[in-house]
């Protein structure tokens, strides 16, 4: 009777679990071994392995990436003739024990960025009224930094005027975990967003507390890792949100979006100005909108006006008695608004182009602070543990 032989040895299951310490999880960064998201690991004599992975909850929207990841990270493994995947879902006590792992033992939920000893900054993206391009501004620096290596987060905290997903092409839905909030990535950024839970383009019409309260979980409820930079969308003018920012965040720098139009900067003076009843640090001017390049030639059209940007920066230099630089200004450019609309930030698309080299430039500029600020001598403290 013919018995089936093989010639090579079946792989360990040292080896296979090896490989999947390489796997990390979409959402939350950190190896599925770690996190106790491997159910088992069956090994057949002919090489085959039969590997059991646990979702954190049921119909995780990155399910198809999990098990293309597992196998592949298998397959690698020497000895392996064939790799399957099984599927199974956390049960409440799991996820309870995963939710507490990832907040470092600590059960009472916290603004991480407001701990003593983060290392995250945090820019309050600000200005004096709308329609100046704040969230383009703040989609290109998150997509530049992130570009530039750095672990970048975007909250958009403008409650009524959402629109950050759209423009930085985050199309994903938050997983929730016990009562952690796992966010998108797109482009390399995290983000979240009121618009992740409103149905449609439906409008968001809510009192003071509530706004305080969504910005409080979007900050404390949400899983968002070891980040270098978090930047936040925040509504135009001095309202709720930017001074639940300040209380919430006390140590969140302001950047200042103006275009040049003499009106337009006085609004945003007033709204940079809030850092003095904050005691908030203003981190800079940036000037949108500064005018528009001739298709023809070589001359820049003053569209809005000139000097709105260096008008506000000495205006906030005087009320604050600390020197505001301005930044840079940001040309006026198509290919900056067809970004927006597409979800392609110009800084990735056309990084080339006047507005994304502009834009790479100010990134440049606020990324560095934050590697200066890594490179002190602060010991090995985390960024974040949640």
């Not at 720098?253 to 040049?260: C, H």
């Not at 569209?303 to 930044?327: D, S």
Request: net charge negative; proline share 6%.
């Amino acid at each position: 009777m013919a018995t089936d032989t093989y010639d090579t040895a079946a792989p360990s299951e040292d080896a296979i679990r090896a490989a999947l310490a390489t796997v990390n999880d979409p959402e939350i960064q950190r190896p599925i071994t770690e996190l106790g998201m491997v159910k088992s690991v069956g090994i057949a004599a002919d090489g085959t392995v039969a590997v059991a992975v646990y979702l954190t909850v049921a119909g995780c929207p990155m399910r198809d990436k999990i098990t293309s990841m597992v196998t592949e990270a298998v397959s690698r493994v020497e000895n392996v003739t064939g790799v399957t995947v099984e599927l199974d879902v956390m049960s409440d006590e799991q996820r309870r024990e995963l939710a507490s792992s990832l907040r470092g033992g600590q059960t009472e939920r916290e603004v991480p960025f407001a701990k003593p000893g983060s290392l995250t900054r945090v820019y309050a993206v600000a200005s004096g009224k709308g329609g100046v391009g704040k969230s383009s501004v703040t989609v290109n620096l998150a997509a530049a930094m992130a570009a530039d290596g750095l672990k970048v987060g975007v909250v958009d905290a403008d409650i009524y005027g959402h629109s950050v997903p759209r423009m930085l092409g985050a199309d994903g839905r938050p997983t929730q975990v016990e009562n952690m909030i796992m966010p998108p990535s797109a482009n390399g950024v995290k983000v979240i967003s009121i618009g992740m839970f409103t149905p449609g383009n439906a409008p968001v019409v809510w009192r003071g507390p509530m706004l305080h309260r969504a910005l409080q979980q979007f900050l404390a409820d949400v899983f968002w890792g070891d980040l270098d930079v978090l930047l936040l969308d925040l509504p135009p003018g001095t309202g709720d949100i930017a001074i639940s920012v300040a209380q919430l965040v006390p140590n969140a720098e302001i950047l200042v979006v103006t275009t040049p139009q003499q009106a337009a900067a006085e609004v945003a003076e007033r709204a940079g100005s809030i850092a003095v009843q904050t005691h908030q640090k203003i981190v800079g001017v940036v000037e949108n909108m500064s005018g528009l390049p001739c298709p023809h030639c070589d001359e820049m059209v003053d569209v809005f006006g000139t000097g709105g940007g260096q008008k506000v920066a000495e205006g906030l230099t005087r009320t604050t008695g600390a020197t505001v630089p301005v930044l840079g200004s940001i040309p006026i450019d198509v290919r900056l608004r067809e970004g927006g609309d597409e979800g392609k930030p110009v800084v990735l698309t056309d990084p080339d182009s006047p507005a994304g080299s502009a834009l790479r430039a100010i990134a440049g500029k606020l990324g560095g602070r934050q590697r200066g600020l890594s490179g002190m001598s602060l010991g090995i403290t985390p960024r974040n543990k949640f």
